[in-house]
Nanobody, 123 residues
Framework: VQLQAFGGGLVQPGGSLRLSCAASGRTFSSYRMGWFRQAPGKEREFVASISRNGYSTYTADSVKGRFTISRDNAKNTVYLQMNSLKPEDTAIYYC?????????????????WGQGTEVTVSS
């Protein structure tokens, strides 16, 4: 599966953005999807994941209550709604697909990656 993330940009603290990740192929619904982010000089970190049918989500503590992951299997797209953004949310955000059925939060458990979209939170 090929993934393409978009929707990043510059936003003021407290603002919102919605990231999208479009997948190619007919097997999108067979993958658990996740979002990761990587800030300058830091390792890539887990943000959120969603089950294949979209019924179950898991969110990192650092963004819990502010970020929401969702998916639309009919559109082969996964979303990340980001609210109450903080400067520390500044990073390149990546979407990823995993063939594993359980919640996975490490990069080596994801099989396919998008190219990333940059989010900058600054006044």
């Amino acid at each position: 599966v090929q993934l393409q993330a978009f929707g990043g940009g510059l936003v003021q603290p407290g603002g919102s953005l919605r990231l999208s990740c479009a997948a190619s192929g007919r097997t999108f619904s067979s993958y658990r999807m996740g979002w990761f982010r990587q800030a300058p000089g830091k390792e890539r970190e887990f943000v959120a994941s969603i089950s294949r049918n979209g019924y179950s989500t898991y969110t990192a503590d650092s963004v819990k209550g502010r970020f929401t992951i969702s998916r639309d299997n009919a559109k082969n797209t996964v979303y990340l709604q980001m609210n109450s953004l903080k400067p520390e949310d500044t990073a390149i955000y990546y979407c990823a697909a995993s063939q594993r059925m359980v919640v996975v939060t490490t990069t080596d458990e994801y099989d396919y990656w998008g190219q990333g979209t940059e989010v900058t939170v600054s006044s």
